[in-house]
């Protein structure tokens, strides 16, 4: 039997090895975009005015399959690149959320009536929280909209061939990117870990089960803080669902836990702004919440669980064949990869700190003058 300390370290890894993949490839996909989105069209599109951005913005999110933590890298690069705040944060909420085999998996093990309740949500939220964004979140700073300084060796942005400019936005998206995303997840995740360690289990499942206003609030809570991945949580909550869970809180859940993760929350208070952060977890939990009250009005009491393993398999495999499923060596290298940028971005902060103090010396400055 291992102890807390295997128990935290367990939830870390276990954390890091289902999200530090797509956070590398949001890496990748980032540094492309710093390097070439100012001269590509997505800017204009995502930068309309009106509706016809934030719809721009689901629709480009909900094609890929990323976490939500792996959506982080990708949309702090389209902010830095001068994207709206407003599409940048419904691209955010939508990534996670609208996923074919999410949808597949929900339809098999929670039924129809959920399902188009989740599709609903993850096609109307995500605009809902744009527009909050965009009118109430933090405003831009000028050094946010152009492309940061470059660190010492680094080659600056720049006309160069299709090879150089690659290699260019590989390295800012690894270099200077992953270093700042890297230290926040890592905050994140530690803080992840120690929630879902101390958390018992026996609490999470009581407070799941009742059907009241304080088990959606837990349920908006839990989702929005601990890290689940956007489709394996699906069946922890058809099992709710079949041990009598009521319908309202399996809504609260599967939205607020793939929209969002604590690491997710550090990340972008420490990049976007503290503003936009509040306003957008405080927005999903609440709107997440009221669709659990009128889900409660509308199917209970009398709501059957229709989750039935032999009726469901077809849907399951196939919603397991539209899921790009990472694991052995390309996992265990992109959680290697994901802690190293964590280390030297803590690194980096560190000597910053021991600097600004004045206990290391500019080079060439005397410590021994008279």
Not at 243 to 271: H, I, R
Not at 305 to 331: C, N, W, Y
């Amino acid at each position: 039997m291992i102890g807390l300390g295997g128990q935290f370290l367990q939830t870390v890894w276990q954390i890091l090895a289902e999200s530090a993949f797509w956070v590398v490839v949001s890496l990748v996909v980032g540094g492309v975009v710093h390097e070439f989105l100012p001269a590509s069209r997505l800017k204009k599109l995502m930068n309309r005015k009106g509706n016809r951005s934030m719809l721009g913005a689901v629709l480009f999110g909900g094609c890929l399959p990323i976490c939500s933590c792996g959506v982080i890298p990708l949309a702090v690069s389209l902010y830095k690149a001068g994207v709206s705040l407003g599409p940048v944060m419904a691209f955010t909420a939508a990534t996670p959320i609208i996923n074919p085999a999410a949808v597949l998996l929900s339809l098999a093990l929670l039924g129809p009536q959920i399902t188009l309740v989740y599709v609903a949500l993850g096609l109307t939220l995500p605009f809902l929280l744009g527009a909050v964004s965009q009118r109430w979140g933090d405003r831009r700073s000028p050094s946010l909209g152009e492309p940061t300084q470059a660190e010492p060796g680094l080659p600056t942005a720049g006309p160069g061939t299709l090879l150089q400019r690659v290699l260019r936005s590989l390295r800012w998206g690894f270099l200077e990117l992953g270093t700042s995303i890297g230290f926040y997840l890592g905050i994140g995740v530690l803080l992840a870990g120690v929630i879902a360690t101390a958390l018992p289990a026996s609490a999470l499942d009581a407070y799941l089960r009742e059907n009241s206003e304080i088990a959606l609030l837990a349920a908006g809570l839990l989702g929005a803080s601990i890290y689940v991945c956007a489709v394996a949580h699906i069946p922890l909550v058809a099992t709710l669902l079949a041990t009598g869970a009521a319908p309202g809180v399996a809504v609260v859940f599967l939205v607020t836990g793939t929209a969002t993760n604590l690491p997710e929350l550090v990340a972008l208070y420490n990049t976007i702004g503290r503003r936009t952060v509040i306003l957008y977890s405080s927005t999903l939990i609440a709107g997440a919440i009221i669709a659990g009250f009128a889900v409660n009005a509308w199917l209970t009491p009398g709501f059957v669980p229709v989750f039935d393993p032999v009726r469901s398999l077809d849907l399951i495999d196939a919603g397991e064949r539209l899921q790009l499923t990472v694991g052995g060596l390309a996992s265990t290298a992109a959680t290697v990869v994901l802690i190293g940028l964590a280390a030297v971005g803590t690194w980096q902060r560190v000597v910053a700190r021991i600097r600004a103090h004045g206990r290391i010396p500019a080079s060439g400055d005397s410590c021994c003058s008279e």
